[in-house]
């Protein structure tokens, strides 16, 4: 074993189901999709009583198979998609000729993109979901209120604080909240005790950043060792609190629950009827298998999702099924962002431990002078592994070879840090998710097609919180900083809005309890439901919703009316 | 996109012909490990060509003071790395070679190897390739770089040499204090 090679005490393996449903068993539920939404929405059900098969396109991961290490990581994309086998395109406007480029990263395998996630875990405050009417639409967007607020959503994020296991004390501006946190948060870093330090200079009130990874013994796993390797790459100790070992266990202890790993899902079925009757997948081997289910849930992610209804069109329905409205695969979102950078002179060490310890949300909301549409949130974080920060995060201007370069990397890898303005991005009705007309990924099945251009607020808002994050930067004493200009976004790990939930079915995809509005036995839980973006931390929510969804799915099945 | 780096995105997938390296079809990236650490002789590059590539990789980071890419064995991990997961990319570095001795003799009339150039001519053959934005260019580096800070499986970063010269440390558990900030607040 080379010599930096973990030396914990080995996991108990997590067991893998043990019921196995045949395809022509009418299961009750089919979950497209085991992540963050797909785990919480296969452990609420089948804890109800209900038979349930996930079917995901990735393996079935164990802590053996995530490693320090940043090359075959990175190269392979060992955790998420790739886009040899999943190509799509992308194009600014509908105007403009779409190209193949990568365009969308998420998770592929069990557990979903939670595997490989940051965890930062915050949750939606009373005015994500009343924007529209409390601050005002904007023109050329699809801005509007949630059909659900606040106060409806606040029992099930204490439900995932509870289940999945989120750290983190209350803080200035937090919404109510039911029930305390259920573990102290991080201790914070050189990053966060920065940030803290800025922070106060400029009047703020810096708190501790919720995070879904434990900091005590919780529920059978271990505290957080800090060893630095969250973004990009899967757990050794079983900290994170992602799907993968939290949900999907529980789904899987049930003894109703079958997770199907390696199952591509290419389309939903549905009868004479206009009903769901199962879905159609490819296994390992690339075998088409109908599995037949009473009801279907995609949770496939906001980019999955949109593509996999529009790849389900049949006669009865021509645009894709759930599609009436025409509104799947509209009002994409990511979450945009200002970025600086800072050199600073002593030792952050920012790659030892988790990307964020603590938080300002003190431009969460705007002043109304500004004339910007929405808000968001900072950390400092330095989550660069060694060779990407070399390859790309070094000053503007610096030598990039011989003895300078040398004497430049030497002094600054541990003393540079990022401070990350995470903001809000409109719904725009024009950027979406379609189909490629012609181009089909190594399936045959019709691939990605991304439209995307940031609304002008947005990219005043990206600029806005570029400049006060250079401030907190300055305010924390760097000695040097930077910012790049913000460019519209053509890529992101965010993606949200493509069947946004609402009251009306002209306007809308699904329904304030996530059925579709068309098809009565098709439900839509992850980040596609969104109807606004948040300030920049999706997941906390996307699970709030799931354990809502799943709550309602099971008193729906329950009472019949499905 | 916010969370997944933007920058170690860009760094992946825009670095110019970097990206070659990167987009290689590398199925078998962990065959490279099982091979490393015994690198007794090259499976792949010529002597000539590891000299040159080992003469050129030191340009980037060189050897003063402190130990540089020589010391880290990238020349072995781009060895291990044509054998196996970077395959795909032999062509692009036998012809990024032969361009690195055209330019060799056009400093010294000649010369049929990079590496026997004196330093100041070594150094004038890497800049004039930086300058005509040369694939190659971007290639080296980004070997080099990965070749120093890559798991020292894979036959670089020889006893953590390339660690040791950013400040890296990969141990599997840290605690407070992390840095100066966070002792000191």
Not at chain 1, 476 to 502: I, N
Request: charged share 25%.
């Amino acid at each position: 074993m080379p010599d930096h090679t973990h030396d914990h005490p080995p996991l108990t393996p997590l067991q893998q189901s043990t019921v196995k449903y045949r395809p022509e068993d009418e299961v009750d539920f089919v979950v497209v999709g085991s992540g963050a939404a797909g785990g919480v929405v296969a452990k609420e059900l089948s804890t109800a009583g209900f038979r349930v098969v996930v079917l995901e396109q990735g393996p079935w991961r164990t802590e053996k198979d995530f490693v320090h290490d940043e090359l075959k990581t990175w190269n392979e994309n060992l955790l998420t998609n790739n886009w040899k086998d999943s190509p799509n395109t992308f194009r600014k406007t509908e105007k403009d000729k779409a190209n193949v480029k990568p365009s969308v990263l998420y998770g592929r395998g069990v557990g979903g993109t939670s595997v490989h996630f940051s965890a930062n875990f915050w949750r939606f405050r009373e005015i994500d979901f009343k924007e529209a009417s409390v601050k005002g639409t904007v023109p050329g967007t699809g801005l509007v209120d949630w059909p659900i607020t606040y106060q409806e959503l606040e029992p099930y994020y204490t439900k995932v604080d509870w289940e999945v296991g989120v750290a983190g004390a209350p803080g200035p501006y937090d919404p109510p909240r039911s029930r305390p946190y259920p573990m102290p948060p991080h201790p914070a870093k050189s990053t966060g005790a920065l940030l803290e330090a800025g922070a106060k200079k400029l009047g703020w009130k810096p708190f501790p950043a919720p995070m879904a990874i434990v900091s005590k013994l919780y529920q059978g796993r271990s505290a957080c060792a800090q060893c630095g390797f969250c973004l990009g790459f899967g757990c050794e100790v079983r900290a994170k609190s992602s799907a993968l070992v939290t949900v999907i266990p529980a789904a899987v202890a049930t003894g109703k629950c079958e997770v199907r790993p390696n199952s591509y899902v290419r389309k939903v079925e549905t009868d004479a009827k206009g009903r769901a009757t199962g879905v159609k997948y490819f296994d390992a081997n690339k075998q088409e298998i109908y599995q037949r289910a009473k009801a279907v849930v995609v949770c496939a992610n906001g980019a999955e999702t949109p593509r996999l209804l529009l790849n389900s069109k049949s006669n009865l329905f021509p645009n894709g099924l759930a599609n009436s409205s025409g509104v799947v695969g509209k009002y994409l979102m990511f979450n945009g962002g200002g970025y600086s950078n800072g050199v600073f002179e002593h030792e952050v060490n920012g790659y030892k431990g988790i990307v964020a310890t603590r938080l300002v949300w003190d431009l969460y909301e705007l002043d109304p002078k500004l004339g910007l549409s929405g808000g968001g949130g900072f950390d400092f974080r330095f989550a660069d592994t060694p060779i990407n920060f070399v390859m790309g995060s070094l000053p503007p201007d610096s030598p990039t070879w011989g003895s300078a370069f040398k004497k430049l990397v030497e002094n600054t890898y541990n003393r540079q840090l990022s401070c990350y303005g995470h903001t809000t991005s409109l719904p725009v009705a024009t950027n979406s998710i379609s189909l490629d007309p012609s181009l089909k990924d190594a399936w045959g099945v019709p691939a990605i097609r991304m439209t995307y251009q940031d609304h002008p607020n947005d990219m005043k808002l990206y600029q806005y919180f570029a400049d006060r994050g250079e401030e907190l930067l300055k305010a924390a004493g760097a000695k040097q900083t930077w910012k790049a200009k913000p460019e519209s976004q053509d890529f992101s790990v965010h993606l949200l809005g493509t069947c946004r939930m609402g009251n009306d079915p002209k306007t809308s995809v699904v329904d304030k309890y996530n059925r579709t509005h068309d098809v009565k036995n098709l439900f839509v839980v992850d980040g596609s439901s969104l109807v606004t973006s948040g300030r920049g931390q999706p997941t906390m929510t996307i699970q709030a919703l799931a354990f809502r969804a799943g709550d309602n799915i099971a008193g729906f099945a329950k009472r019949r009316e499905i | 996109m916010t969370d997944v780096s933007r920058r170690a995105f860009l760094a992946a997938a825009g670095a110019g012909a970097a990206a070659i390296w990167l987009t290689a079809e590398s199925r078998d990236v962990i065959a490279a490990s099982r091979h490393a650490m015994q690198a007794t002789r090259f499976q792949v590059l010529s002597g000539a060509d590891a000299a040159d590539l080992e003469a050129a990789t030191s340009q980037i980071v060189p050897t003063d003071d402190t130990p540089g890419a020589r010391e880290a064995r990238v020349v072995y991990f781009i060895d291990r790395a044509l054998a196996t997961f970077a395959k795909d990319q032999k062509k692009s570095v036998e012809s990024g070679l032969k361009e690195l001795r055209k330019r060799a003799a056009k400093q010294v009339r000649g010369a049929k190897s990079f590496a026997a150039l004196p330093n100041d001519k070594q150094i004038a053959v890497i800049a004039s390739m930086e300058k005509d934005k040369h694939e190659f260019f971007f290639a080296l580096r980004y070997m080099t770089i990965a070749g120093m800070l890559s798991n020292p499986e894979y036959g670089g970063n020889y006893n953590k040499t390339g660690w040791k010269w950013i400040g890296f440390d990969d141990r599997f558990s840290w605690a407070t204090p992390f840095g100066w900030y966070d002792r000191n607040a």
